[in-house]
Every structure is written in structure tokens, then in C-alpha cells.
């Protein structure tokens, strides 16, 4: 039973995946038919972003009162509706209404999943689903770029995906059942009663946002989170204009080039589930970070026919693969079960904001001083982040063996 539930689980985590990039893929053709400006796909992802935080932060008050599998059926299903919205939307101010519902559920999700499989699973499979959600995330455009190509316009391809959804909103609603047999298995082999291990969560109120950030240690969890989603996503949407005005690529290369990121992330996911198997999270964090770094220096060497920047932009993505899920994996053995929920809720919370503000912080660097602060930007990012990591291991790394 516990591996159907995870095979579920998987298939969650490719829908999560399926719309992330689609705005981006879709707005050239959303923004002419809807008669919006180019630069308001801002506001629509400012919105899902700010949804994403706002249910994020309530992901622990919600699971202990509903529990993981109600939290994530429900989001997964009003994900599906705000997609079939947007696939409606006769204008931008209907899209940006659907935003909202888009940006709950999916923080909904994102919280209730990573604590559960933390809590529940072995390392290797938060590297694996997470491998899943990168592949999700590259399939997307292909999907858009599917009802875009055939005629059926930018509406079918959000569609189609909301048809996904929905299927499995219904395949999660079928699958409740198992996530209580899951507890109670988990209950049995803790030495608990069923009805025990049912009980527990109500024992406890909800932290809040002072609670977790009293925890010892909570604020460079928190941090690291910051500083790994405003790398990742800085590296996500500048690796191209970086290319073209920094190095002189021409555009249709660059953007060629740039998906070798992702490409990295969604491979080295794949790759860190079985080192998992050897090392820990601590070091698998510590190998992730030292991988960051090397990619980082290599995009400073001046190779030839810009075989620096390829692997370099490579690299960087094979390190960053590790490390957002191997310091969910660890949120539970550093603070206790009883505590991960609120705090991975924190966790999601504070890895959208910083996916929010700081792509446009290096926008506003770029446009006044120079886009070649690229590489400087993500070091800078990722220095704090080792700082945190380190500091955080002083404090609780009695809790979780290197």
C-alpha cells in the first residue's frame, strides 16, 4: 500500500510540474489576444506567487485540522479549476482573479507533499519526486507549444492540463484511504495505537509565524530556502539575456543554451536519489553547494565557442539538483515531527518570496549597472546560503548525522 501511495504521490508532483512554465510559454500569444501589454505577465505571476506564500503559511494549521491527503486533494482540485479559468479568460484583470485560486492550491500542495514524504520516505525519493516535478515543468510548454502549433490556441493548452488535474484530484480522493493506512502502519512501527497516532496531531496548535521562528535553528533553514529559490530562479529567467548581452551569443542559441539548467536540475535529481543511498542530506548538501560553486567559477573562464558558459550554466544546475530536497528530507529529523509541517509550510513560504523578488532585484542591477553581475548575484546567493547551512549544522547537527 505504502508504494501505490508514493507511485500517487509521483504523479502529483509531475502535475505540480505541468503548469509552472506555461505562462511564460503561452504570454506572447495570451498578451496579443487579450489586448495586455507584454510586461503584465509580472502581475499574474506576482499573484500565483502571493497565493502560493499566503496558503504556504497555513499549510500547518490546515493539515493538523484535515490531514496531508485532504490538503493535497483539495489543492490539486482547485488548481484544476483555476487552470480551466485561465483557459476561459476573456481578459487579463479573469486572469488575474484565477491567479488566486492558482496560487493557493499550489502552495497547498507543495507544503502538504514535502512534509509528507519527508516524514514518510527515504531521501532518495524527495530527489526522485522532485526529478519529477522538473520533468513536469519541462513537458508543460511542450503541451502549450502542442495547442499552440495545431490551432487550437493558447486556451486548449491550459486546458488539456486542467483535464489532467482534475483526473487526478479524482485519483487522490480514491487514494485517501491509504494515506491513513500509511499513518497507522507508521503507528504500528512507532509503538502507537492507530487511534493514538490519530490523535496526535490534535495535541498541538498550530506554531504560527513566531513559533517557528523562535525554534533553534529555524531561521537559517528559513534563509537557505531564500537564498536557494532566488538563485534558481534568477539563474532561470537571466541565464538567457546574460548569454545574449553579456557574452554576444545570438538570441535563438542563447535560448537553447539556457534550458541546459533546467536540464541540469531535472538530471542531477535523478542522479542525487541514488547518492542518497551513501551520503546524507548534510552532505549531499555540501556536495550540491561545491558543485554550485565550481559552475560558477567556470562561467568566468573564457573558453573557446563559449564551452564555459555551456557547462558552467550545466554545473550549476547538477548542484542546485540536491539541495531543495535534501533540506526538506532533513526538516524533520533537525526540529521533530511534530514541528516539520509548520515549518516546511515556512520553508515554501519564504522560497516563493524569494523567487518573487530577487529575479527582479538583478533585473533592476542589470538595466543600471551590467548584466554581467550574473554570475556575481548567484555567488552572492549561494555564500549566504553555505553560511546558514554551516550555522545551522552548529546548532542542530546533533539531531542528523553528516
Not at 523567487?355 to 549566504?384: D, H, R, T
Request: glycine share 12%; charged share 10%; net charge positive.
Amino acid at each position: 500500500m505504502a508504494s501505490l501511495l508514493l507511485a500517487v504521490i509521483y504523479v502529483a508532483f509531475i502535475s505540480l510540474g505541468l503548469p509552472d512554465a506555461m505562462l511564460g510559454a503561452a504570454w506572447p500569444s495570451m498578451s496579443q489576444d487579450l489586448g495586455a501589454p507584454l510586461s503584465w505577465a509580472g502581475g499574474i505571476s506576482m499573484v500565483i506567487s502571493a497565493g502560493t506564500i499566503v496558503s504556504a503559511l497555513l499549510s500547518d494549521r490546515m493539515t493538523l485540522r484535515f490531514g496531508a491527503g485532504k490538503v493535497t486533494a483539495v489543492s490539486v482540485g482547485l488548481t484544476a479549476a483555476a487552470l480551466a479559468g485561465f483557459s476561459i479568460a476573456p481578459n487579463y484583470w479573469v486572469l488575474m482573479a484565477f491567479a488566486i485560486p492558482y496560487g493557493l492550491g499550489a502552495g497547498g500542495v507543495d507544503a502538504a507533499l514535502n512534509n509528507y514524504v519527508a516524514i514518510h520516505y527515504e531521501s532518495k525519493h524527495m530527489s526522485w519526486l522532485h526529478a519529477m516535478w522538473g520533468l513536469g515543468m519541462l513537458t508543460g510548454p511542450y503541451v502549450m507549444g502542442y495547442a499552440l502549433g495545431h490551432g487550437q490556441g493558447w486556451g486548449w493548452g491550459y486546458r488539456y492540463i486542467s483535464i489532467i488535474q482534475i483526473v487526478l484530484t479524482a485519483l487522490l480522493i480514491a487514494s485517501l484511504p491509504l494515506w491513513k493506512q500509511r499513518k497507522a502502519t507508521v503507528a504500528v512501527h512507532s509503538g502507537q495505537s492507530g487511534e493514538s497516532a490519530e490523535s496526535v496531531p490534535a495535541t498541538r496548535k498550530p506554531l504560527g509565524i513566531r513559533g517557528v521562528l523562535r525554534i533553534r535553528g529555524a531561521k537559517e533553514i528559513l534563509m537557505m530556502f531564500f537564498c536557494y529559490c532566488a538563485a534558481e530562479q534568477t539563474a532561470m529567467l537571466w541565464a538567457s539575456s546574460y548569454m545574449v548581452l553579456g557574452n554576444g551569443i545570438d538570441k535563438t542559441t542563447a535560448a537553447m543554451w539556457a534550458s541546459f539548467f533546467g536540464i541540469g536540475i531535472t538530471a542531477g535529481r535523478v542522479l542525487s536519489g541514488f547518492l542518497t543511498m551513501r551520503f546524507g542530506d548534510p552532505i549531499m548538501i555540501r556536495i550540491g553547494q561545491s558543485v554550485m560553486f565550481l559552475g560558477l567559477i567556470v562561467l568566468f573562464v573564457p573558453l573557446p565557442a563559449h564551452a564555459g558558459t555551456i557547462a558552467g550554466l550545466m554545473l550549476v544546475g547538477l548542484g542546485c539538483a540536491p539541495i531543495y530536497p535534501c533540506v526538506i528530507h532533513s526538516t524533520p529529523d533537525y526540529f521533530g515531527e511534530d514541528k516539520s509541517q509548520a515549518i516546511v509550510g515556512m520553508q515554501m513560504a519564504f522560497a516563493y518570496t524569494g523567487s518573487m523578488l530577487m529575479p527582479p532585484l538583478f533585473g533592476l542591477l542589470a538595466q543600471n549597472i551590467s548584466v554581467a553581475l550574473f554570475p556575481w548575484f548567484l555567488l552572492a546567493c549561494l555564500a549566504v546560503m553555505v553560511i546558514m547551512h554551516e550555522s545551522l549544522r552548529r546548532k542542530c547537527g546533533s539531531a542528523l548525522s553528516a
